[in-house]
């Protein structure tokens, strides 16, 4: 008999990784508080599927000292081999979500393509001290001259002064809440349930097994038609605490694993906030906005094409796991006009602000966490999309007993 597993959250982590346990024969049950997948910070992703480039992320974005002092410490730990494998995570990740799209025909508004913009000189010089590294942990990135940027991305401001851009193969930008939601489909195909409006409350061992404790939860106010066709298979269920049984779980619930977890676990909220606007079609200006991601680390700020919207994000802020802050729309929408002017119709603007869990070292956390039959897959991060398809898919490889396709041994939640 094939072994039941729980995934707790059907956002990017647990829709990939339901996937791929159905994949292996498991029998799988999503558990997912909201009313459909990707409904929280994989709802709010800029888009960008990127390839993993260490020394390259934000380190200075606002954050508590509290949080500091645990980047600090866990920066003093080395955790080159965690590099190292978070690199070759990343490959197989991209690897597999292209893969996913051609064998299931998942269509989620992908463009090939990823640049990052180098302002000014001295950039561009801090750029080329790190690419030895980076080729050397077998990323493809290239550095090319503005000219040549200009030529990639035609759309971009002959104003904007730009020195040169880094070209990541691989790299490009799609939709991820379209991509989840096809491939919880799939998953449904082989098998796994998922059960929406649901809460898991908690997670005991129950002999070799684990007794989840989970709770219907349904919203105050009537759904509304969408999103009752959107949820579908969840019918009313019980009220009050039920537990069930399961052989293993996986935790994909972001900053709420903590509870589950019952031990402290440093995870802290990475806020971003972002805008959504329909690209302008004016016939005579066809290159009007990006052709795929565009990001711009002196601004804090990625530009994306899917379909015929562009998405733009920043304003990475770190706080504590509860904290909320105010975005600043209007940098975003100043960005947007430095790099792409006049690129988007104002009269339809979509604004959001999500957050991701982040442990102190800004890896993932991924593998066993400790406790017998339970597993982790958090924490990714900024580039969460760019390494779900290959997080869950060596997670699964893991828990069936499977040789890895890379090792992950380094990214566990031991390190921490
Ligand atoms: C503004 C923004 C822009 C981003 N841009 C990019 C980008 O361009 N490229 C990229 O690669 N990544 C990007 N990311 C990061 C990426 O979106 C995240 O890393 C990824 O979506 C995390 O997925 P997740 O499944 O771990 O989390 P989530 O999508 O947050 O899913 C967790 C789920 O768990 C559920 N849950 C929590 N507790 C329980 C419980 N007890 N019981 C049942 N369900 C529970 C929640 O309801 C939620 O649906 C961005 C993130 C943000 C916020």
Redesign the pocket.
Known sequence: MSRSIAV????????TTAYELAALGFQVQV????GS??????????????PFLPGLADASAPAPLGFRLRRWRAGRKGGDDAVSQLAALSRLSLARTTELRHELGLDDEASDGLLIALADAKRTAAAEALLEGWQALGLQVELIEAGEARLREPGLNADAPLSAALALAHGGAGN?RLFAQQLRLQAQRLGAGFRFH????AIAADGAGLMLR?EYTPPAEAPTRSAEREAGDTLPQPLGPQDERFDAAVL??????P??LGERLPLSA?????VTAPLRLVEGYPDLGPKAGWVDPSRDL?V?RAGQRVRV?GGLTVTDARARVNPDYEALHRGLQHWFPGSVLHQQVQQ??????MSADGLPLLGASGRPGLWL????????????CGSAQVLAQLIAGQAPAVDIAALGPQRL
Do not use: I
């Open positions: 707790v959250g059907a956002g990017l982590a647990g829709v558990f997912e508080r909201g997948v990707a409904e929280q910070a994989s709802f709010a992703s800029s888009a960008l599927l990127s991820a649901t809460t898991v409350r989970h994909c619930n972001g900053l709420d694993a509870t589950l990475q806020h971003e906030a972002s990625s994306a994000s959001g602000q999500a957050r991701r869990a897959n958090l924490s990714l991060g900024g580039q969460g999309w760019g390494l779900t």
